[in-house]
C-alpha cells in the first residue's frame, strides 16, 4: 500500500508542479502518469505464495520458485531491508522479506514444513540457526496477536 501512496504522492507532486508553472499538458500529464506508474511497479512489494513442499516470490518481471523439502541453505541477509535467501538443491533461489512469514502464518508453516524434510534429509546444510529465529519470531507474535484478540493485552 505504501508503494502506491508513493506513487500516488508523487503523480500530484509533478501534475501540480506542472500547473504551478503554466506548463500543464494532455501529453505531459501521460508522462508523469506513466512514470508513477513505473515507480509503483518498481516498489511494489513481491507477492509470496506456498504450496505443498514448494515456495514462490513473483516480482516486476518474473517469479522464482524453490522446493522446500530439498533447501540447500537458508540465509539471512542483513542491511538495510533484511532478507531471507533460499536455496534449493536444484539451484532455485528465492530472496524474501521475513516480515512476510511473520504477518502470514500459513506461509510460515509451508516453509517450516518443507524445511523439517530437508533437516531429517540431510539436504539442508546452512540454516538451521536462521529458521529457528525466525520460528521464535513468528511464535511470539502469533502468541501477542492471541492475547491482544482475548483483551489479555
Not at 500529464?29 to 512489494?45: E, S
Not at 513468528?138 to 502468541?143: K, M, N, Q, S
Request: proline share 3%; charged share 25%; with cysteine.
Amino acid at each position: 500500500m505504501s508503494s502506491l501512496r508513493c506513487a500516488a504522492v508523487l503523480l500530484v507532486l509533478l501534475l501540480v508542479l506542472d500547473w504551478a508553472t503554466v506548463r500543464f499538458a494532455l501529453w505531459r500529464a501521460a508522462l508523469r502518469l506513466a512514470l508513477a506508474g513505473l515507480l509503483f511497479a518498481v516498489l511494489r512489494p513481491a507477492r509470496v505464495s506456498a504450496g505443498e513442499c514448494w515456495l514462490s516470490s513473483r516480482r516486476l518481471l518474473r517469479e522464482r520458485r524453490v522446493r522446500t523439502d530439498l533447501l540447500v541453505s537458508v540465509r539471512c541477509l542483513d542491511g538495510i531491508s533484511p532478507r531471507l535467501l533460499l536455496r534449493d538443491a536444484f539451484g532455485g533461489r528465492v530472496e524474501l522479506d521475513p516480515d512476510v512469514l511473520v504477518t502470514d502464518p500459513q506461509l510460515w508453516y509451508r516453509l517450516d514444513e518443507g524445511a523439517r524434510k530437508s533437516a531429517a534429509d540431510g539436504t539442508l546444510l546452512y540454516g538451521a540457526t536462521a529458521l529457528r529465529r525466525i520460528s521464535q519470531r513468528v511464535d511470539r507474535e502469533t502468541a501477542r496477536a492471541v492475547f491482544k484478540a482475548s483483551g489479555l493485552k
